[in-house]
């Protein structure tokens, strides 16, 4: 199915052949995002398919998942994955192979949108942000987030290796073309963390998504790291906080199907539906998540491209979270980072 249709021939081709087909259950992680998706994705499908949609919640547990295939008992058929899951749950048999005929062009999807077990949906940023009623002046990069003289008070930051180090070294000056090559050596983990010591008296962990911004508006932290999206809700709601996207670390999150789905072909109808550039477009207009469908930038305005991670103004000075680097040492910096952040 050609991903560029007019909505009216969208819904005539997803409704033939499809009027007599099964209730889907769609899993996502819910939030802001759920909301989205379920403006952008799940209802019109509905309506265009005639099929009924069940959205659920979950946190990311592919023990689930895995109960399920193992037992045979699968009653998931499209799954929200993130990028650092969807390589481990493909090698594991936890996924049906995706079968791009079904989806659309490769060529129509940015690079890292495409894996063999998943179909990249969105493009989400960690970001530094701050409270532009509260702090006067701008910070431009991870410099001035290092920089308390400058800038007094606390920072927030995610508890875990994983962005702070690439955030550290970036601070520390190296350009963001060269972060994964200087922390691919032992010299720059070491580097990286001297640099968050420098750091530790003025840092306040949070672990959920919801707490930056909370944060900020409290005034317990000048600056902190968050999610993007997290940023664009509260904006919305009449906040004034402000995003840095210089040194911004982006990812994406995938749309999957667990092996032996029962709806596997209407699984695939879906996904194509919400890879299209129409429904790419409205999904861009109730989060600022990215498109991964390289067509819906041009039918983007610029307020609306301002807020997205992969506009090019955004994207310019921007990292890719390298999956593979951490795939291969994740497990020993996170270690490594939990005995830091205790001592």
């Known amino acids: 199915m050609k991903l560029i249709l007019k909505p009216v021939?969208?819904?005539?081709?997803?409704?033939?052949?499809?009027?007599?087909a099964a209730e889907l259950t769609v899993i996502s992680f819910g939030g802001a995002n759920g909301k989205a998706q379920k403006a952008a994705y799940i209802e019109p499908f509905e309506k265009a398919s005639g099929t009924k949609l069940v959205m659920v919640e979950y946190n990311g547990e592919m023990a689930k998942i895995k109960a399920m295939v193992e037992t045979k008992t699968v009653s998931?058929?499209?799954?929200?994955?993130?990028?650092?899951?969807?390589?481990?749950?493909?090698?594991?048999?936890?996924?049906?192979?995706?079968?791009?005929?079904?989806?659309?062009?490769?060529?129509?999807?940015?690079?890292?949108?495409?894996?063999?077990?998943?179909?990249?949906?969105?493009?989400?940023?960690?970001?530094?942000?701050?409270?532009?009623?509260?702090l006067k002046t701008a910070p431009t990069g991870w410099a001035d987030f290092w920089n308390v003289k400058k800038f007094p008070g606390k920072r927030a930051m995610r508890k875990g290796?994983?962005?702070?180090?690439?955030?550290?070294?970036?601070a520390d000056g190296?350009?963001?073309?060269?972060?994964?090559?200087?922390?691919?050596?032992?010299?720059?983990?070491?580097?990286?963390?001297?640099?968050?010591?420098?750091?530790?008296?003025?840092?306040?962990?949070?672990?959920?998504?919801?707490?930056?911004?909370?944060?900020?508006?409290?005034?317990?932290?000048v600056m902190t790291t968050a999610y993007n999206g997290r940023i664009d809700s509260a904006q919305r709601?009449?906040?004034?906080?402000?995003?840095?996207?210089?040194?911004?670390?982006?990812?994406?999150?995938?749309?999957?199907?667990?092996k032996g789905?029962?709806?596997?072909?209407?699984?695939?109808?879906?996904?194509?539906?919400?890879?299209?550039?129409e429904a790419q477009k409205n999904y861009a207009t109730k989060i600022a998540y990215g498109p991964v469908n390289t067509a819906t930038l041009k039918m983007l305005d610029a307020k609306t491209l301002a807020g997205l991670p992969t506009s090019?103004?955004?994207?310019k000075d921007a990292v890719a979270n390298n999956l593979k680097f951490w795939t291969d040492h994740g497990e020993d910096l996170e270690q490594r980072f939990t005995a830091w952040a205790v001592q």
């Open 174 to 221: 190296v350009p963001t073309k060269d972060v994964y090559k200087v922390l691919g050596t032992k010299a720059g983990v070491d580097r990286a963390f001297k640099k968050l010591e420098e750091l530790r008296p003025n840092i306040q962990w949070w672990e959920a998504g919801a707490q930056p911004p909370q944060y900020l508006v409290a005034g317990d932290v």
């Open 76 to 134: 998931w058929d499209v799954v929200e994955l993130e990028a650092g899951v969807i390589g481990r749950a493909c090698e594991e048999g936890l996924l049906e192979k995706i079968d791009y005929s079904k989806i659309g062009k490769k060529a129509d999807f940015m690079p890292e949108a495409i894996t063999e077990c998943g179909v990249g949906t969105f493009v989400w940023s960690t970001v530094l942000a701050y409270d532009a009623d509260k």
């Open 9 to 20: 021939l969208l819904a005539a081709a997803l409704s033939a052949g499809l009027v007599h």
């Open 312 to 315: 090019e103004t955004n994207a």
């Open 261 to 277: 789905s029962p709806n596997k072909a209407m699984a695939e109808k879906f996904i194509a539906f919400a890879s299209s550039p």
């Open 161 to 170: 290796a994983r962005y702070n180090l690439e955030f550290a070294l970036m």
């Open 237 to 258: 709601e009449g906040k004034n906080l402000k995003v840095v996207w210089s040194g911004s670390i982006y990812d994406l999150d995938y749309w999957a199907i667990p």
